[in-house]
């Protein structure tokens, strides 16, 4: 398996864009994380989906942040409009059902301007 | 929710010493421990867990303890090579029953040759 597949893998954009970032987790998983990833705060989870419905979204920072799943194979992250402020790394993970284990992408280095 | 404080932030240490971590947990309903190692510019990857049955479980030169009654756990590693160099995550379950997952800082470990 290809494992967790994230894109892009560095964005650059100027505050007030939108952003949207992209993940597929691995085959057969049926929970999907998203987290960010900072040095003041480190590992922060954002929202949680289980069989492509979302569980928790008490981690999204602002409803600038949203999140879908329409299948089972994809997840976006979108920011509208984006800010300096969400600079960070994003990571997608996705674990079996049931399953405490994360298998993490390699994640999207964003950078707002 | 779940608090994880964990210890030290940095730690250096000689080619063939040992490396121990340390982590605290808040929620003494949590059951499930986890070890993660984050190489740069990469997502993080679990090296060995552990769940509240037991004290002890080693995977070769990784080792996780547990120590229940007072709510910590340590990672460590024996005959420490330079490319066990990298962040170590602690993890605990973010409530009673929970799948989502509360991360400790991180600990940068650097093995000196």
């Known amino acids: 398996d290809a494992g967790v597949i994230q894109s892009p893998r560095h964005e650059v954009t100027e505050m007030g864009q939108e952003v949207t970032l992209r993940c597929k987790p691995i085959?057969?998983?049926?929970?999907l994380f998203w987290y960010r990833q900072t040095m003041m705060r480190g590992l922060e989870l954002l929202i949680y989906?289980?069989?492509?419905?979302?569980?928790?979204d008490s981690g999204m920072p602002e409803d600038r942040f949203s999140a879908k799943m329409p299948n089972a194979s994809f997840s976006t992250l979108k920011i509208q409009p984006s800010e300096p402020r969400d600079s960070a790394v994003y990571f997608c993970?996705?674990?079996?059902?049931?399953?405490?284990?994360?298998?993490f992408g390699s994640g999207t280095q964003l950078s707002v301007l | 929710g779940e608090n994880v404080e964990q210890h030290p932030s940095t730690l250096s240490v000689q080619e063939g010493d040992s490396a121990v971590i340390k982590c605290t947990y808040s929620?003494?309903?949590?059951?499930?421990f986890p070890w993660y190692k984050q190489e740069l510019g990469k997502g993080p990857q679990l090296i060995i867990d552990?769940?509240?049955?037991?004290g002890e479980k080693k995977d070769q030169r990784i080792a996780v303890t547990l120590n229940k009654t007072a709510k910590h756990f340590s990672l460590h590693i024996t005959e420490t090579q330079p490319e066990d160099s990298a962040v170590y995550f602690c993890?605990?379950?973010?409530?009673?029953?929970?799948?989502?997952?509360?991360f400790g800082k991180g600990t940068k470990l650097s093995v000196i040759p």
């Open positions: 993970a996705s674990s079996q059902r049931l399953s405490e284990k994360l298998f």
């Open positions: 085959s057969g998983h049926n929970s």
């Open positions: 989906f289980n069989n492509n419905v979302p569980i928790d």
């Open positions: 929620d003494s309903a949590s059951n499930y």
């Open positions: 552990i769940r509240s049955n037991v």
């Open positions: 993890a605990a379950p973010s409530g009673a029953g929970s799948y989502q997952l509360t």
